[in-house]
């Protein structure tokens, strides 16, 4: 009996109609990252276990995909030898792209020139347990400049989330925080060494509320009284502005805080100065990546789609420091391309023109027509169009059936009777309409 054909639990095959549509996005978001002066960069699937281990704390430890030695390291071995020796695995697949990239920078040093501003569109692995939106391979599209801690770095990151959108055609709202913010409440309340945990419960504000906030927070040992210092940060309303200038009162003894709350002034007046049409809004329930990030973080949500983030990023002062090039300043965002293609989809955001490879068909008589038809379908190719010969002289309807059925737009035929009037008959496949056109000027009708 044959082998029932199957992939790895948590990865996908992609579809001609999918890698078009996923294609249409990788090269939108391309297309921006070069306008503002980023050069791609591509780092192997697979890195060693030294730089990957940890770099992701104990939860992401456990996830990484860890890859046995090559040859025959694994041989004479018992099942349980080969599960206990620890030489026999010395890389894995990489978790993001980010620590492979701080590895990159550093190795490479001596050749890059900073700011070194780098986009990386690549797959990661990550050996998650799988379930719905969640995969164990899946790409992600990172955009990073390192070297520079200026603030113009953080502006520059708002108009390519701009453009991005913008160009996709998709309605969002870029969320924005800081951590020396975060850093300076946990600082005036009173618990500046619990200040992952305050941010950690303030993270889901959102999603479980005010008051499941602070029955949280009093779990994670924080008194009646530093809770209602608290409540009037959680509740902020206001501009961008006017949340800072709050803020500010609340927690302006804060060194960090105040550092933190000028950083995003600078940020928000500039775009408002510049007029970047983007929805940009301070939010201190954000509070991603902790152990990560140590300036400004960002968020992207769809505005009409009811989806997770679909892009997120901040600034990072010491992310190199773990391979020895300490006090390298960086920020980056990273892409969502796989929710960002849900959400395309559920809109159908995507152009009619992503759809189908194959621009025209010519349909195939045999004999002289068939020669005629190759010499018109090379005009075209000539011309950068995507045309294509059906291979065999087969009866007409099965060949309009095929172009039908790839969403071709356009079929060309090229029977007796045009041979005879050197005309060739241009049939529009969703509108029915057919028109002749000449030999001698086949091509104008296309361009």
């Avoid at 603030?151 to 390519?160: D, K, R, S």
Wanted: net charge negative.
């Amino acid at each position: 009996m044959a082998q029932k054909p199957s992939i790895p639990k948590g990865t996908r095959d992609f579809s001609p109609q999918e890698m078009m549509r996923r294609t249409y996005i990788f090269e939108t978001i391309k297309s921006v990252f070069r306008t503002f002066g980023y050069s791609p960069l591509e780092t192997p699937a697979m890195e060693n276990l030294s730089t990957l281990l940890g770099k992701y704390g104990d939860e992401g430890d456990k996830l990484l995909f860890k890859i046995l030695n090559s040859g025959d390291y694994a041989a004479g071995l018992t099942d349980e030898q080969v599960r206990q020796a620890s030489k026999i695995s010395e890389k894995g697949l990489r978790y993001d792209l980010t620590v492979p990239f701080a590895r990159y920078v550093v190795q490479h040093q001596g050749e890059l020139v900073f700011p070194f501003k780098r986009f990386q569109i690549q797959p990661v692995w990550r050996a998650d347990r799988p379930q719905k939106g969640r995969y164990r391979e899946f790409y992600q599209c990172d955009v990073d400049v390192i070297g520079s801690k200026s603030l113009l770095n953080e502006v520059e990151l708002v108009e390519i989330v701009e453009r991005v959108f913008r160009k996709l055609g998709i309605s969002v709202t870029l969320k924005m925080n800081n951590r020396k913010i975060l850093y300076g409440i946990a600082e005036t309340i009173g618990h500046a060494d619990k200040m992952v945990d305050i941010t950690v419960a303030i993270d889901k504000l959102e999603k479980i509320g005010l008051e499941a906030v602070k029955a949280e927070l009093r779990e994670r040992g924080i008194e009646e009284a530093a809770i209602e210092r608290l409540q009037p940060i959680l509740e902020l309303s206001g501009s961008n502005m006017e949340k800072l200038a709050k803020l500010e009162q609340v927690i302006g003894s804060s060194e960090t805080g105040r550092k933190g709350i000028e950083e995003m002034r600078t940020i928000f007046g500039y775009v408002e100065k510049l007029g970047i049409g983007l929805n940009v809004e301070l939010d201190l329930s954000l509070a991603r990546g902790l152990n990560y990030y140590t300036g400004a973080i960002f968020e992207v949500k769809a505005n009409d789609y009811p989806i997770g983030s679909i892009c997120g990023g901040g600034r990072y002062d010491d992310l190199t420091g773990i391979f020895g090039l300490p006090n390298t300043s960086g920020v980056g965002i990273s892409f969502g391309a796989d929710r960002i293609y849900d959400v395309m989809t559920g809109l159908e955001l995507f152009p009619e023109a992503v759809n189908c490879t194959t621009e025209v068909l010519m349909l195939n008589f045999g004999g002289a027509e068939e020669l005629a038809a190759l010499g018109l379908l090379k005009r075209l190719r000539d011309l950068g169009i995507a045309a294509e010969i059906y291979p065999e002289a087969a009866k007409m309807k099965k060949q309009m059936e095929y172009a039908n059925r790839r969403g071709i737009p356009q079929v060309v035929i090229v029977g007796s009777e045009e041979l005879e009037l050197r005309m060739a008959t241009v049939k529009d496949m969703r509108s029915g309409e057919q028109t002749k056109v000449a030999f001698d000027i086949f091509e104008q009708h296309f361009e």
